[in-house]
């Protein structure tokens, strides 16, 4: 956003009228650019031409207020807008701004991106008596640009690598993945200074200590480039090593301190530390320099921790601690001061917007279309995006940790083990690890783990047509974490070492989750091991992935179109090579056989050499392994070929590269030329 001086004398006086009344008002109706005109510090309509009455749908709104004609823009920063043109009589220009609106008379809110400047109106004494506003919606625009991103994101990760390499060493600096706890949600985000988009030296860290305490770090090395963020790895690597191993936070600070004293670079960075015990609500925090942490009750009440200051890093001034309660259902907002920082503007003036911003975030008032129920990942977004759209010129931090009225509850499903129950699982299991926002990776891993464990169940525990009990339990650990426990009362059955093409389940999970145990319970004299069930226990260090920008204008992806994923799709084409077979989706004990027929059938009973996509696989789990190689084997029988094809890091690759099962990178598909 800009502003831009306005004067009445800028513009030369005219010594002849603009028309007749009736064509000036006709012209101004046929205006193809949406126009809208207020009057007085109440913003009360005046005027408005027929393109933006359409675009708006609100019938006779003029002579009203603003604020009561859109009310649900409050809170969304537009209004802030209004006021500083009248009160400062300088124009405002926004660009690809995101708004929530509503377009008739229901209460349904529609998504729009917007290009506007808003301009004073001067009266005939020169003094500022309204604005006047010209509008364009750029919607389909933004929603095109990131279509287009995400289908050459790999392309842009490839540049970046070469051309951003200062954000990329950013990001392998800070700790994007933030703890998962049963009674705290955590939630980052890190935009890069707008400047030339190098890096500089804010960091972020959230640490769960050996006491179950949760640590909370915000702090800024002076400065941007390479040094800075070279300065912040040090600082931000001893403060974590001074977390973990002290128990006082005083002596973590002297040490801290006493640290930066020795090295240029580092001196006079500025840090925020809070360390809250989740179960009590207790915290004691410090300030060296930086600003207060603010926190957020369930009803938009708001107050700062501004005790405890002290003076920036390095610089021999003293440093304080304070003690603070955190309610349950609370939030505590920390950020660096690129948040609040803004021309023409006091920090005081940046903290109280801030303070509003949070508020509405945290009562869901703001935009709450697509809106997080996260409340940690509602304020952590909202709160960067409406302080930062007008511009910013440092790095911007925000670290939101709200404490859970409530734990996270735990997973507990107990079911019959047929092929039936594998789906109702799978739903279960993927919607609680959502609830408490597993990464990708960690989702991943998890449910890769559990549709193995599930699957042996179904397949070995019990006899045929006999299926027997089913436990899954699972629950987030106090000191950070995941355990799941999947049950039956059933006979174990050890994989057979002579075959080559099953067996691979516990394989897959000891690989992608950091403990896998199978425990069988006590036998009675004589009777074979795990003749009375077995439990499979995996334990895994989920985490939440925090959020890291290097531009404007983003998109989560989470706004990206409702379309239903099938579970399972099979295409088949010919190409000049011979039949290509691409699945899509989930390829489990449900689905391979389907996918094994397929190939099959593609292949002529294994008589031609055959490639299959595996680029839209969203999950394989070793049933579909199993198929994959019983179709290689007839194919090599004949001497043919089976070429596999996967993107590099997705769901299929890794467990083709556990199964060392060789693939292929996709062929780029080349552009046609205009």
Known sequence: MAAVADTPESTPALDHTAGAAEVVREVFDQLPVMVVAWEGPDHVAVAANEAYRRYVGRPGFIGSPWSEVMPEIRGQQFFEILDAVYT??????????????????TDRLHEIFVDFTVSPRFGPDGEVVGSTCFVTDVTDRVHERHEAALRTAHVQERYEAVHDVVVELQRALLSMALPVMPTAHVAARYLVAAEDQAAGGDWFDALVLDNGHLALVVGDVVGHGVAASAAMGQLRAVLEELLRTETELKTVLERLDAYASHSPSMRAATVAVLVLDPETGQAVYARCGHPAPLV???????????AASGGPLGTGAPHQLAHATIAPGELVLMYSDGLVERAGHSLDEGVADLARVAADAMTNSSMPLGASAVVADRVAEMTM?????GGHEDDVTVLAVQRLAEPVPGLDLRLTATRDSLHQVNAAFGTWLASFGASPADRFALELSVTEAVTNVIEHAYPAGRPGPLTVTGAVLPAGGVSV???DEGRWRSPDPASTTGGRGLLLMTQVVDEAEVIHPPQSAGSAEGSRGTTVVLRHHAHRQAVMASGRGLIDDELDDDRPIADFDVVGHEDDDGPVVSFRGTVDLDTAERARASLLGASRGGVRSLTVDLTEVTQL?????????????????NRKELVLVAEPGSAAAVVLELVSLPYQHPVPTRPTPA
């Open 485 to 487: 426990r999947v049950v």
């Open 296 to 306: 957020v009750s369930e009803d938009g009440s708001v107050r700062h921790l501004d």
């Open 621 to 637: 789990a070793s049933a579909g392994v199993r198929s994959l190689f019983e179709v290689r084997e007839q194919l090599a029988a």
């Open 385 to 389: 995006e409406l302080m930062t759209r």
């Open 88 to 105: 400062t009589g300088r124009t405002q220009v926004g660009s690809e701004w995101r708004f929530q609106i509503r377009r008739d008379d």
